[in-house]
Nanobody, 116 residues
Framework: VQLVESGGGLVQPGGSLRLSCAAS????????MSWYRQAPGKERELVAT????????DYADSVRGRFAIWRDDVESTVYLRMNNLKPQDTAVYYC??????????WGQGTQVTVSP
């Protein structure tokens, strides 16, 4: 199983980025997908999540209204659109896949840096 993130980078405050996570080696439609992030010296936190049945989404309070998660089950890819980025959004962003029977997988992470 592989989860490969892309789309991170350096952006100015107020800017936007779109992260992608391409999954392989698993039946994508069986997995609940999420994005987490971890800033230096902080614990990893859940940013956004989307289920695999009714595509229900949920967001951390700190990003609600600025970030959007969606999935393309044909392409086995989950996306995270990040708008109005703030310096406090700086972190390594990780893709996460969770099966209802307990299997868990993580991507390698992609760095997002928000700085003037």
């Amino acid at each position: 199983v592989q989860l490969v993130e892309s789309g991170g980078g350096l952006v100015q405050p107020g800017g936007s980025l779109r992260l992608s996570c391409a999954a392989s080696g698993l039946t994508f439609t069986d997995y609940h997908m999420s994005w987490y992030r971890q800033a230096p010296g902080k614990e990893r936190e859940l940013v956004a999540t989307i289920d695999n049945i009714i595509y229900r989404t949920d967001y951390a309070d700190s990003v609600r209204g600025r970030f959007a998660i969606w999935r393309d089950d044909v392409e086995s890819t989950v996306y995270l659109r990040m708008n109005n980025l703030k310096p406090q959004d700086t972190a390594v962003y990780y893709c996460h896949a969770r099966h209802s029977r307990g299997a868990l997988y993580w991507g390698q992470g992609t760095q997002v840096t928000v700085s003037p």
